[in-house]
């Protein structure tokens, strides 16, 4: 069966015999014209962070509900879930079919990992987690039989837990053929050696998807923490980056009419040179827990330094891992903003046990990403959502959480406009405290204040560990002196005017 059938990929037959038989002028204003309608905005789903737990259950002892809840008590159970505890079989599917209301016939799929309960390493095993990612591998093909799904490992998809190492093994195997419905030869090749894998977007060349195993940057991770680049990552995705701005200098010219030199079937195949990547654990830092990154110091400066060599050719990153929703922001050395990595919230809304992260629970959320289909833009956001709450004491609904550029007025989701994004939740209180609603999906309703601003903006701003300290001290600092902390509790009282 065919992934992709994309309608906007021109039939060059055709084409050859019309240009044939039009004046110069005549065609190249038809083809000025085509390439405004093949630069229609395209749509994809972005899902992450499901973490089924197949023990969920409604029992009358509140602490025996799932495993995932380590004995807290899911005093709220009922079928969609509990706020302690990972997704019930009924939540995950419940949100892939939603996807399927909400967006049938996305362009593709993106899926940032983690599928597995948080439990004990005991209480799975190799088996078990195959068997979990490929029980929700399954329903995705199950739901969304012809769309083409580009998905990355997360640390939860290995046993034991966050331990994926930079060489082949059993579960990239197994992984690998589970996923071959998606993935090419070279990309299944890449994929068991080291969990990565890259394949062209939208079957078109010099369009391209990277899909990356981060998790072999994570601190936690001891089977890659002595090695200088596990399974050869960065060496590779700085060759296939440094390809893809080589060719893209080369095929400059034919940007400025793409489907003229498609028509005279010139340079056809090396047109534009755009990437998107994707992957679970982002470099930086936790927004919810002050200090607390999850790449190693010197994974993490390496990825930040691949970014930024290679900006031109990057025009987003997605990833997981938070279950929350936030952006992490790329500067260049002159403060503009290059890059925008956007973290997706998860499905599952179970809360948190990293100490000292209060109230670290979510509702589920599923994202839609607007891009133009020529440039790879992206331009604009939308979450959809299940109040927890009130779809186990009523019925299921899915809901629009919000659009990015009506609740925060930016024309796109370019990094120029995230940049905005970030300045105006950095100094109007009203779009702190909007922010911070998004941040755990209408979960957390409660008020930030002056440190969550500070431990939110710098999180955002500053992927870089030395930069991202200097931004506390100078944050806690415009907090202090700025008069902040009067702004943000006056702020308390405004924000029942503040839009959505
Ligand atoms: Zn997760
Ligand atoms: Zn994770």
């Not at 990547?277 to 936790?286: A, E, L, Q, T």
């Not at 927004?287 to 025009?315: G, Q």
């Amino acid at each position: 069966m065919a992934f992709m059938d994309l309608p906007f990929k021109p039939r060059r037959g055709f084409w050859w015999v019309l240009a044939v038989n039009m004046s110069p002028v005549r065609l190249l204003l038809s083809c000025l014209l085509l390439k405004e309608t093949f630069a229609l905005t395209g749509r994809f789903w972005h899902i992450t962070d499901l973490h089924w737990d197949p023990t969920y259950k409604l029992t009358d002892n509140p602490e025996l509900v799932c495993s995932s809840s380590g004995k807290r008590p899911a005093s709220g159970a009922g079928k969609f879930g509990d706020y302690v505890c990972d997704s019930p079989w009924e939540l995950i599917n419940s949100s892939m079919y939603a996807m399927k209301k909400i967006l049938p016939d996305p362009d593709f799929i993106v899926w940032t990992g983690d599928d597995t309960p948080h439990v004990p390493n005991e209480d799975l095993g190799e088996e078990a987690v195959v068997n979990i990612v490929g029980n929700l591998s399954h329903l995705l093909t199950e739901v969304f039989p012809d769309t083409k799904v580009y998905s990355a490992l997360g640390n939860h998809d290995y046993h034991p837990k966050s331990q994926l190492p930079g060489a082949p093994n059993y579960i990239y195997d197994r992984i690998s053929d589970m996923w071959q419905k998606w993935l090419d030869p070279a990309s299944r090749e890449t994929f068991k050696k080291g969990g990565y894998y890259t394949e062209r977007l939208l079957n078109r060349a010099g369009l391209r998807m990277l899909v990356l195993n981060t998790n072999l940057y994570y601190d936690q991770n001891k089977e890659t923490k002595n090695s200088d680049d596990p399974a050869g990552q960065f060496s590779w995705l700085d060759r296939i980056l440094t390809e893809a701005a080589n060719n893209k200098e080369k095929a400059n010219v034919c940007l400025q009419c793409q489907v003229f030199f498609e028509l005279l079937g010139l340079l056809c195949d090396v047109i534009v040179y755009q990437v998107y990547i994707i992957g679970h654990v982002p470099p930086g830092f936790f927004e919810k827990k002050r200090s607390k990154p999850w790449f190693t110091s010197r994974f993490n400066r390496l990825y930040l330094d691949i970014i930024l060599k290679h900006h031109s050719v990057i025009i987003g990153q997605f990833f997981g891992h938070h279950h929350t929703d936030s952006f992490r922001m790329f500067y260049n050395a002159e403060g503009l903003p290059i890059s925008t990595m956007f973290l997706s919230p998860g499905v599952t809304p179970w809360e948190t046990t990293l100490p000292g992260v209060v109230n670290g629970a979510n509702n589920p959320g599923i994202r839609v990403f607007e891009y133009d289909r020529d440039t790879l833009l992206v331009k604009d956001v939308v979450t959809y959502y299940m109040n927890l709450t009130q779809v186990n004491a009523d019925a299921e609904r899915w809901e629009k959480e919000y659009r990015l550029t009506e609740s925060f007025r930016v024309p796109d989701a370019s990094p120029a406009s995230m940049h905005r994004v970030l300045e105006q939740i950095a100094t109007d209180p009203c779009y702190l405290q909007k922010y911070y609603h998004f941040n755990s999906v209408f979960y957390d309703l409660t008020d930030c204040d002056s440190d969550c601003r500070v431990d939110h903006v710098c999180a955002a701003r500053e992927v870089d560990f030395e930069r991202y300290e200097q931004c506390l001290v100078k944050e806690e600092a415009v907090s202090i002196h700025g008069g902040m902390l009067v702004i943000l509790s006056v702020a308390a009282s405004l924000v029942i005017s503040c839009w959505y």
